[in-house]
């Protein structure tokens, strides 16, 4: 096989071996030893006919040829046009990526149409052009979850609660189906981490903490995807190709950071972090994706090591290594449109989003000066044509594509259903308050109890997850509608009020909160404490509980928090994840018959350990000081009378470690953040009731209703004595990765009295120290008296000066003229939509 030929020249040229091997503790870190990595071997993509017909192939083609199939462009930045003089190999719909039409949440035909162009285009026969099909990627990561009316089964994290592969390939074969009828080819998926720190914003794409679940659920999941391994031309059959990822180590980051370092020794690299990877390439899997992250500090897409020597070699994958988005880049001496170091390692395919047009020229020029060997050019084109022949790329009969009925068919929906229901983890039922009589009067409370984007969670239509509504979800039911559908059938009644007001005193409230969407890295916090400095979830529980009513909290999150006060606040508690598109799954547990006997009972059991205070951040069953409050594997059945005791509510996190996203919200300033008005020079921090205020000073502020919350909002007046400052203060900041991942300031802002002077936003890292930009068009342009919105990408304050990561005010506002401006919320966003970049103006820091 040239592949695995390649690969063993590759580690005898490119790293020490021989007794270093042997030797663990004799090589430097990062350096992987394959002898001590199970074996594993690729089932059904290798034999004699596939590799004769790839061998012609190839010989047919041009380097120009070779090296378009090893990249992957994206297609808000590329046209089908763009094939004739580019052949790439593959093209992908990134997270907010639309198709051809430009409508994301438009109907399922623009994603067939958008496949059909750009095929076309790849197999049109003209002189000098070897036609081979392109290769269409999509993260179909719960259901085929970027399409418009898809089926959404649970995130990962659900359904590693649910204990049961079989359940697990059949959720595979509904979203092959889902995903081959939208005419896409390969689904990134399923994610094969085992996070270890719950800080992580990707913990939900993970099964468990534990290797053995991950391990029993990946070649499950790839052989319902794929279809059984070696069973051929699985796009014919309703299946698509399959990618472990991320390899490796993904969930074992310090402090949980995404795309950092996973510093282990090699053998728990193998115990806890590959064991996914034996059963999927067992299983066949066609595809794996390298990981953002490093080991021992060595970033992965360029260790190749682990990519040839342990991925290619001793673990036998006969597939094709695809990169992360633009993780290439993210090499020593590399860049987004060069980088010769990860294919050299062992990246077959580039996810170049944007920058493949440049990548194309400069691994042409690095392959002819002999910086990239010709061997390795072949091996990945070899591998990467294998995947396309058994995938069924190369027979131009599609029967699934754009077939009607499949994208959220009646029996996906019941699978995701029955998902759910399996999924859901019961950690309280004091007094029995559970099932809940079906004729019961029942009040729907909380802000997602009638929300289908927040109960789906992030890699949902957007990457992030935000900016959808129930409109979006054609077919899908929201928590609330399937309690109300569920009492309605029994004879009872449920009445939804988001903030738990009543007319008719209900017999029991169920309140449904818990974390707004996210994705990855957006999604890492530095706090397991749920809502720290801003409990509204828990004031409405309080509230309720104080007028005599029964409250079951249904908790949606991508991880365990840690939740003592809402638990204590709670008479039955649920751990419901994030339960996608079927929203009744969880009526059919809650709700019981008329007589209030049980429909189903609760069978999820955690496949996570939950922490019992907000310091266990990295909290995993069979370590030394394991001390949970629910041990991995808890899960009450309604057989269970067991009552939880009240719980101690001290988070065991000091209060300046709790914020560095919320800094103002709803007329709070959690802590530790607090205004400081700057005056000539001199800061003045605001009292805590805000009524700091000078009749003869620079800038005042006072309390105003904002949010429909009394006092809501704070309202500042600048007389235009001289300049003045409004800045919002606490501790240092290190904001730099998040200016990577596109995250943005919201200030939700009134204009009172325009400026009579130029009005400049920064964030500041110091004396000498800011990003500074022109706020004035933005101010003047606003309506007087209305609520508007702001989004300023962090991005731009870096562009205009900022370093952004020692900041020390991460919201200042100042002027030298009159202005009167009132806020509401100042955070950190992860929706960049409408997002824009002022000019930027020179500045000084404040004071």
Known sequence: MIGRKFSIALIASALVVGSAFADPAATERGLAHPALWPHAHSQGLVDPKTEAVVTDLMAHMTLEEKVGQMIQADIASIKPEDLRQYPLGSILAGGNSPPLSGDLRGPAQAWVDTARAFRSVSLQVRPGHTPIPIMFGIDAVHGDSHVFGATLFPHNIGLGAMHDPALMHRI???????????????????????????????????????????????????????????????????????????????????????????????????????????????????????????????KMHGNASLLTGVLKGQMGFDGFVVSDWNGHAQLPGCNNESCPAAINAGIDMIMAPEGWKGLYVNTLAQVRSGQIPMSRIDDAVRRILRVKLKLGLMDPARPWEGRPGVLGSPDHRALARQAVRESLVLLKNNGGVLPIRGSAHILVAGSGADDIGRQSGGWTLSWQGTGNTNSDFPGAQSIYAGLRDAAAAAGGSAQLSVDGGFTTKP?????????????????????????????????????????????????????????????????????????????????????????????????????????????????????????????????????????????????????????????????????????????????????????????????????????????????????????????????????????????????????????????????????????????????????????????????????????????????????????????????????????????????????
């Open 172 to 298: 595979g074969a509904a979203t092959g189906q889902e995903t081959a009828a939208a005419g896409i080819d390969w689904a990134f998926g399923p994610t094969l981490a085992a996070p270890r720190d719950h800080r992580w914003g990707r913990t939900y794409e993970g099964y468990s903490e534990d290797p053995d679940i991950v391990r029993a659920y990946a070649g499950e999941m790839v052989s319902g995807l794929q279809g059984e391994a070696g069973a051929g031309e699985a796009l014919q059959h309703g299946h698509v190709a399959a990618s472990a990822k991320h390899f490796l180590g993904d969930g074992g980051t310090t402090n949980g950071a995404d795309q950092g370092d996973t510093d282990v020794s090699e053998q728990e690299l193998i115990r806890l972090h590959a064991q996914g990877y034996v059963s999927a390439i067992d299983a066949g899997v066609m595809t794996v994706m390298a990981s953002y992250s490093s080991w021992q500090g060595q």
């Open 507 to 847: 017999d029991v409230a169920v309140v449904v909160f818990g974390e707004s969407p996210y994705a990855e890295f957006q999604g890492d916090i530095h706090t397991l404490e749920y809502q720290a400095g801003d409990k509204r979830d828990l004031a409405l529980l309080k509230r309720l509980k104080a007028e005599g009513i029964p409250v079951v909290s249904v908790f949606l999150s991508g991880r365990p928090l840690w939740v003592n006060p809402e638990l204590n606040a709670s008479d039955a508690f649920v751990a419901a994840w994030l339960p996608g598109s079927e929203g009744e799954g969880i009526a059919d547990l809650l709700i019981g018959d008329a007589a209030g006997h049980a429909r189903h009972d609760f069978t999820g059991k955690l496949s996570y350990s939950w922490p019992r205070s907000a310091a266990q951040t990295r909290l995993n069953r069979g370590q030394a000081d394991y001390d949970p409050l629910f041990a991995y594997g808890f899960g009450l059945t309604y057989a269970d009378h067991a009552t939880l005791p009240v719980l101690s509510e001290q988070s065991g996190v000091s209060a300046a470690d709790l914020n560095t996203d919320k800094y103002f919200v709803a007329g709070h300033t959690p802590a530790p953040w607090g205004f400081v008005l700057s005056q000539g020079g001199v800061q003045l921090p605001a009292a805590t009731d805000g009524r700091v205020t000078d009749d003869g000073g620079v800038v005042s502020i006072r309390p105003v209703d904002a949010g429909g919350v009394q006092e809501g909002g704070r309202a500042f007046v600048w007389t235009g004595k001289a300049e003045g400052s409004v800045a919002l203060t606490g501790r240092s900041l290190d904001l730099a990765r998040q200016a990577n991942g596109d995250l943005v300031l919201l200030v939700e802002y009134r204009v009172d009295r325009k400026p009579t002077g130029p009005v400049r936003i920064a964030e500041t890292c110091g004396p000498t120290c800011a990003g500074a930009l022109d706020l004035g068009p933005t101010i003047n342009a606003a309506p007087l008296g209305e609520w508007a919105t702001l989004k300023v990408k962090l991005a731009c304050f870096r562009e205009a000066g900022a370093d952004l990561s020692k900041l020390d005010a991460p919201f200042v506002v100042t002027t030298a003229g009159q202005l009167g401006l009132s806020l509401h919320t100042v955070r950190l966003s992860s929706d960049p939509a409408g997002a824009v970049c002022p000019l930027a103006v020179s500045a000084r820091s404040p004071g």
